[in-house]
C-alpha cells in the first residue's frame, strides 16, 4: 500500500524540506513553507513494466510538416513565430487584470472562426460569464466550446472525447488532481497538472494555452520548473493605468525569443497597435531638457522611444538617489560614473532619475549614448534637437562602440519624420548599411566615436 508523505514546499521557488522553516533557503522569502502531502511511488520490477519504446536513428524518424495555426491576432502570431505549431504548451502569465484572459478568449474566437476546434476551459467563470465578454470582443457567432471545470480528470476526459485541435486553461492555478489531495494552486498540483497537459499535448498534438498567474515579485506563480516544461513563456505587461499592453515573448523553442507584440485595451476588447512608434512618441515634448529618442531593437521590430532623464542637486544630504524605470539599473549607474569621469560633470550630488515612456523595458546597451545625453541635458538644462535620434553603446573609457542592425533602426527613424541621428563611427564604415545613400536622402548621420564629440553635436 503506498505510503502518503508530508513534505513543506516553498510556494515561490518550489523548494523542498523534511520539516518547516520560516524562511526558504534557496529564494530567501519569508513564511513560503507550506506543508504539502503526495503519495509515495512504489518503484516496479524494470522486468514488469514491459517493451520500451521503439529506438530509431535520426535519419530514419519522419520528418513533421511544421503547420502553424493562426489566431486571427497579427501581435501575437508574431510574438508565437508565425502562429502556433501543433502539440506546443504555451504559457502566458501577467498581473491581475492584465487583460491576460482577453486576449486568450479573443484568440479563442479568432481560432473557432476559422474552423478550427477550440475547447475554452474556464476555472475562475461561468459560462454565462464567458459568453457575456465573448459578445462585448466579437460580434460573430463561432463554434466556440467552453467547458467550466477544476476538476483535470473530467477536463481530460471531455479533451479526449471531443479532440479539440487548441484548448485554452484560464487559469492552471484553479484546476487540481483530487488524488494529489492538495489545495488548488500549490506547487504540487501545479507542477503535475502541467506535467500531464504537456504529455497530453505531445501526444495527441494539441495546441495548449495555459493563463498563469504572477507573484508580486512580477514572475509567474509556481515553481520555475515550469517555464522549462512548456514550449513557449509570453509575459503580458502594462501599467494598470494607461491603455497600452505589451506581449512579450521570453522562450519560444519554435521562433525567435525577445518578440513583442503592442495593443491598446479598448471598451472592445485589445486592438492591434500598427505604429508603436507612433504611440511612444505622439506626446513626446519639444525643446524640453531631458529628452531623448532612441531607436531600439526588440526580437525583429525596430521602436522609436523616448527616454527621460532628470538631474536635480540632492539638497537633503546623504547618498542621492538613482531611479531607473525600464532600465537596468547597474547599466545607468556605469553610465553616470562615464560622464562624471570622461565628460567632467558632476553628478555625485545630484538626484537622478532615468524612465523609458510607455513602459518599455530596453534591455540592450545600444541605448547608451541615449541616456547619457538625456542625463547631460537636464544637468545643464539645455533641450536636445528636436527632429535627432542617437544609438550607441558606451564604454567605461568613453568610446561610443557600434550596434548591430544599424540600417533597420535608421529606416524606422527616417520613417518617423526623423533628419539626423548621431550614431558611432563605427557603423559608418560597416557594409551592414547596404543602401547607405539611399537613406542618407531622408536622414543624415552623423558618427562620433567618443561620449565628448556626441556631447558637442546634440544640443540646440
Not at 479533451?159 to 492552471?172: A, E, G, M, R
Not at 491598446?264 to 529628452?291: C, D, H, I, K, Y
Request: charged share 20%; glycine share 10%.
Amino acid at each position: 500500500m503506498p505510503k502518503r508523505k508530508v513534505i513543506f514546499v516553498c510556494q515561490q521557488c518550489g523548494y523542498e524540506a523534511h520539516k518547516w522553516m520560516g524562511r526558504c533557503p534557496n529564494c530567501q522569502s519569508w513564511s513560503t513553507m507550506l506543508e504539502e502531502s503526495f503519495q509515495e511511488v512504489v518503484p516496479e520490477n524494470i522486468s514488469r513494466l514491459g517493451e520500451a519504446g521503439d529506438l530509431k536513428q535520426l535519419d530514419q524518424i519522419e520528418s513533421l510538416d511544421e503547420e502553424r495555426f493562426l489566431t486571427g491576432i497579427k501581435e501575437l502570431d508574431r510574438v508565437l513565430g508565425g502562429g502556433a505549431v501543433a502539440g506546443t504548451v504555451i504559457l502566458v502569465g501577467g498581473d491581475p487584470g492584465i487583460g491576460k484572459s482577453t486576449l486568450l478568449l479573443q484568440a479563442a474566437l479568432g481560432l473557432a472562426s476559422r474552423d478550427g476546434r477550440v475547447l475554452y476551459v474556464t476555472g475562475e467563470e461561468s459560462p454565462g460569464q464567458v459568453k457575456m465578454r465573448a459578445k462585448r470582443l466579437s460580434s460573430n457567432q463561432v463554434p466556440l466550446m467552453v467547458l467550466a471545470e477544476t476538476e483535470y480528470n473530467r477536463i481530460a476526459n471531455h479533451i479526449t472525447k471531443y479532440n479539440p485541435q487548441v484548448v485554452i486553461v484560464d487559469s492552471i492555478q484553479t484546476i487540481m488532481k483530487g488524488e494529489l489531495g492538495n489545495v488548488p494552486g500549490s506547487v504540487v498540483q501545479v507542477r503535475e497538472i502541467t506535467a500531464s497537459l504537456v504529455q497530453l499535448a505531445k501526444n495527441k498534438q494539441i495546441i495548449f494555452f495555459i493563463v498563469g498567474h504572477v507573484t508580486k515579485e512580477g514572475i509567474l506563480a509556481g515553481p520555475r520548473l515550469l517555464e522549462h516544461m512548456v514550449d513557449c513563456v509570453l509575459y503580458f505587461e502594462g501599467e494598470r493605468y494607461q491603455n497600452f499592453r505589451i506581449l512579450r515573448g521570453v522562450k519560444n523553442r519554435f521562433g525567435a525569443t525577445n518578440e513583442i507584440g503592442i495593443f491598446t485595451m479598448e471598451s472592445s476588447g485589445l486592438q492591434e497597435v500598427q505604429n508603436p512608434s507612433a504611440l511612444f512618441l505622439n506626446q513626446r515634448p519639444t525643446s524640453v531638457a531631458g529628452s531623448v529618442v532612441v531607436p531600439i531593437m526588440e526580437g525583429s521590430r525596430p521602436l522609436l522611444v523616448e527616454i527621460q532623464g532628470l538631474a536635480t542637486p540632492s539638497y537633503f544630504g546623504g547618498t542621492p538617489r538613482r531611479t531607473s524605470t525600464g532600465l537596468d539599473s547597474n547599466r545607468v549607474a556605469i553610465i553616470i560614473a562615464v560622464l562624471e569621469k570622461r565628460a567632467g560633470m558632476k553628478l555625485y550630488n545630484c538626484d537622478i532619475f532615468i524612465n523609458v515612456v510607455g513602459g518599455v523595458r530596453i534591455m540592450e546597451p545600444a541605448a547608451d549614448l541615449g541616456v547619457a545625453l538625456s542625463i547631460a541635458s537636464s544637468l545643464m538644462d539645455k533641450p536636445i534637437q528636436t527632429q535627432i535620434m542617437m544609438v550607441g553603446e558606451i564604454g567605461l573609457t568613453g568610446e561610443v562602440r557600434p550596434v548591430n542592425r544599424m540600417e533597420e533602426r535608421l529606416r524606422e527613424g527616417a520613417k518617423m519624420g526623423f533628419n539626423r541621428c548621431i550614431l558611432p563611427r563605427g557603423n559608418m564604415s560597416r557594409t551592414i548599411i547596404s543602401n547607405m545613400k539611399e537613406i542618407e536622402k531622408d536622414l543624415e548621420m552623423i558618427g562620433v566615436s567618443t561620449l565628448a564629440q556626441a556631447l558637442n553635436l546634440a544640443f540646440i
